[in-house]
């Protein structure tokens, strides 16, 4: 009997020390209706006070009108807007589902940064302020500080140049009965396959599907960006 005792006292302590060892960070502040899905939970839990913890294998919803903001062990800090969902597949690795989440990620020095997945993008990451947009068919990443690693998961990007739009659109206004043959050269001078880029502080991108597009990043995204200085507050 006490064998018994002791062996399971020894079980439950590895489970214990196990368990917390996979806390990643905690929601700190919400609003609306915000629920954790624990690993194999269908239903999911409420949240109903800040502090929630989160570990390996945690997704986090927000429903209309809701928003959460989570801050993880490292001192980087998440928000999800609402009808969003971030998944943690582990303490280096986040998957946003659906919706947008905005990301302020700590530097980790030499250790290897934290990998954001969306689609069939994988976002490497080492200190920076970005917000991923991936409420449609097109995936969008607009980055405020730092650098992006852009990694396609499989096969390559087709990545096309800012200067491919403007020589395309100065040609529309020119003579058209050449498009075809326009066409073709343009494709082959101005677009590359990439396995992988790099994205610089005020950089945004469009990805739909493989093909990869420069865009601007608009007024009311600026705005968004202020909910990460207010993410800990």
Do not use: C, W
């Not at 690993?39 to 809701?66: P, Y």
């Not at 905005?102 to 917000?131: D, E, W, Y």
């Not at 852009?150 to 491919?164: L, M, N, R």
């Amino acid at each position: 009997m006490k064998r018994f005792i002791i062996s399971s006292l020894v079980f439950f302590l590895f489970t214990a020390s196990a368990y917390s060892s996979d806390h990643v960070g905690e929601i700190n502040r919400f609003t609306g209706d915000v629920k954790v899905y624990s690993q194999g939970s269908v239903q999911g839990n409420k949240v109903l006070e800040e502090g929630v913890k989160l570990f390996v294998n945690d997704i986090v919803k927000t429903k209309r009108n809701a928003l959460a903001h989570v801050s993880f062990a490292d001192g980087s800090r998440a928000v999800l807007k609402e009808r969003s969902t971030l998944e943690i597949e582990g303490i280096q690795g986040l998957n946003v589902q659906n919706g947008k989440v905005l990301f302020n990620i700590k530097k980790r020095g030499r250790l290897r940064g934290l990998m954001v997945k969306a689609k069939s993008v994988v976002i490497g990451v080492k200190g920076t302020k970005f917000l991923v947009d991936n409420s449609s068919e097109q995936l969008n990443i607009f980055l405020k500080e730092g650098t992006l690693l852009i990694q396609a998961e499989e096969g390559e990007f087709v990545k096309y140049s800012k200067k491919e739009k403007d020589q395309f659109e100065s040609y529309k206004d020119g003579e058209l009965g050449e498009f075809d043959k326009y066409k073709e050269k343009i494709d082959t001078e101005f677009k590359e396959f990439v396995k992988e880029f790099e994205m610089s502080a005020g950089a945004a991108i469009s990805v739909d599907g493989k093909e990869v597009r420069d865009i601007v990043i608009p007024p009311e995204i600026e705005e968004e960006f202020k909910l990460l200085d207010n993410s800990d507050q």
